[in-house]
């Protein structure tokens, strides 16, 4: 999810094609889906496996400014990445930034986007770039659109149920392109993570072709537990034992 990323900056890698769907629900905003009882000043540990082996850490949060709230993700894997990113979102769960910057393969990253009256300005420097170098982002977007790396952190706000099944625009901050993300719970299930076993619901996110298989917690306040990316080695995992 910049993703094609984990930040999704999670998704370092292709992702292997998703399961079947089933007929999909109607594109609507993230932020209508939004349980705002579920905001909350609030941050987690991960462990990022590769393989099975811990080779990193991330850590994912939100905190509440004076005009709206700031959401917050950092991943360490080894020399391979080194990011962290903020963005932050009005009173009405609006993106208006993001600022992202670290290292990737070596290379100095960096993304700053400004969101206002309908466009989103900015640059994205991004080995995926290549040698053409910075990206220049100067573009239209709906107001419904918010960038890949807040999808992650508003996981945890989202209203979940077994019947959630969700479609909306996510604005690629390295690519300037726009595409539609789903969400879907698959069931419940027990998983055991570094932070204890719980009850959670499974669900998929997918991006086109991509699949990312997200367990929750089912009891509120929710949190994410595990993040396994479809087709590669990469699986991420709650260190922190979630509030009770």
Not at 45 to 68: C, E, H, K, Y
Not at 142 to 147: G, L
Not at 158 to 169: G, S, V, Y
Not at 181 to 187: A, E, K, N, Q
Request: charged share 20%; aromatic share 4%.
């Amino acid at each position: 999810m910049r993703f094609a990323r984990l930040a999704l900056t999670l998704l370092l890698a292709p992702l292997a094609a998703a399961t079947a769907q089933s007929a999909a629900p109607p594109v609507s905003a993230l932020r209508d889906h939004i349980d705002r009882a579920q905001l909350r000043a609030q941050s987690d540990s991960f462990v990022v496996l590769i393989q099975g082996t811990p080779r990193g850490g991330q850590r994912i949060g939100m905190r509440p400014t004076a005009t709206g709230w700031e959401l917050q993700d950092a991943i360490a894997i080894g020399t391979m990445v080194q990011q962290s990113s903020s963005i932050v979102l009005n009173a009405a769960l609006e993106e208006t930034t993001l600022r992202q910057r670290g290292v990737m393969s070596g290379r100095p990253m960096t993304i700053a986007l400004d969101f206002a009256n309908g466009r989103v300005r900015g640059t994205a420097d991004t080995p995926s770039n290549g040698p053409a170098g910075a990206l220049a982002i100067d573009t239209e977007v709906a107001p419904a659109v918010v960038d890949d790396n807040a999808v992650t952190p508003l996981l945890t706000a989202l209203r979940w149920r077994e019947a959630l099944d969700i479609r909306f625009p996510v604005f690629t901050s390295g690519k300037a392109t726009v595409v539609t993300y789903r969400v879907r719970v698959l069931g419940a299930d027990t998983v055991t993570v570094p932070a204890g076993t719980f009850d959670s619901w499974r669900a998929e996110l997918t991006t086109g072709s991509s699949s990312l298989l997200l367990h929750i917690t089912r009891a509120t306040p929710y949190r994410i537990l595990r993040m396994t990316s479809v087709g590669t080695p990469f699986d991420v995992q709650l260190v922190n034992a979630p509030v009770k």
